[in-house]
Structures are given as structure tokens and as C-alpha cells.
């Protein structure tokens, strides 16, 4: 059971993901993929809930499954070993800050891409996998629409 609330505590704050490399310094082109989808779909994620808290609550449906697949990126990338949360958050930072220097149409790509691609490995998971993605996006987008955003 401690594996699963780790998993939890991991997965549920959707800006701090377990999404760094376990054990090398430098990390496997999967695991910087990774990193780069949940950077897009945390910005998406972000800008759609400030629309959200500004009155536009059809957009929810839209903001829980950003959530979803990003909790999908980071629980595959926990599945697979991934568990330095130091490095996940420095990753994390370093692809926001990369993605600032794309232009919008190549951000908005990546985004889509990155959003079908999680899509998919909600598709792929297990019931009890999506049922803990769904939990914890939920959750977090809870989170989200209070009125200070955190």
C-alpha cells in the first residue's frame, strides 16, 4: 500500500511529477518526452482554469481531461521507475521554460499531440489505473478553480 500513496502523493499535484530519470544523471529520451508533455498540458491545464474562474464553466470537462492525461504521463513515468522528485521538478521547470521560447503554433501542437497521446494511455490503463487518474485529477482541479488558483 505504501507504493500506492506514494503514487498518490506523486500524481496529485500535476506541476510536481515523479517524471525525472531514477537513477542517472542524464535523462532517457522517453523520460525528457515526458516531461515536455506535462510542462504543455500544465500551461493548457492553467490557462483553462483561469477561464474557468472567470466564468466559463463549460470548459471544466476540458480542464479535468488535461488533468487526466497529464496524470497518465506521470503515472506511466512512475510505473517505469521514475521516482526523483528532485530532478522531476527541475525537468519540469526546464521544459516550461523551454516551451516559452515556442512559437504559439508549435506550442499549440504539441499540446494536441501531447493531449491525444495521453488520451491513449488512459485507454491502455487499467480500470483501477484510470480510477486513481480520475481521483486525482479531480482532485487537483478542485485545486484549481479556488480563487487564488493553488
Given at each position: ?77 512512475y510505473l ?5 522528485e528532485d530532478?522531476?521538478k527541475a ?60
Amino acid at each position: 500500500m505504501g507504493g500506492l500513496k506514494a503514487c498518490l502523493r506523486l500524481v496529485a499535484v500535476l506541476g510536481l511529477p515523479a517524471i525525472a530519470g531514477a537513477a542517472s544523471d542524464a535523462p532517457s529520451s522517453r523520460t525528457a518526452h515526458t516531461a515536455e508533455c506535462v510542462a504543455a498540458l500544465k500551461v493548457d491545464a492553467e490557462a483553462l482554469a483561469a477561464k474557468i474562474r472567470a466564468g466559463r464553466e463549460e470548459l471544466r470537462p476540458t480542464l479535468l481531461a488535461r488533468l487526466e492525461q497529464g496524470a497518465a504521463f506521470i503515472g506511466n513515468s512512475y510505473l517505469d521507475g521514475n521516482r526523483d522528485e528532485d530532478q522531476a521538478k527541475a525537468m519540469l521547470a526546464a521544459a516550461v521554460e523551454a516551451q516559452k521560447s515556442l512559437p504559439p503554433a508549435a506550442l499549440a501542437a504539441r499540446q494536441t499531440a501531447c493531449s491525444s497521446e495521453g488520451t491513449q494511455m488512459l485507454k491502455d490503463a487499467s480500470g483501477f489505473g484510470r480510477a486513481i487518474v480520475s481521483w486525482v485529477a479531480k482532485k487537483r482541479m478542485h485545486k484549481m478553480l479556488l480563487p487564488d488558483g493553488h
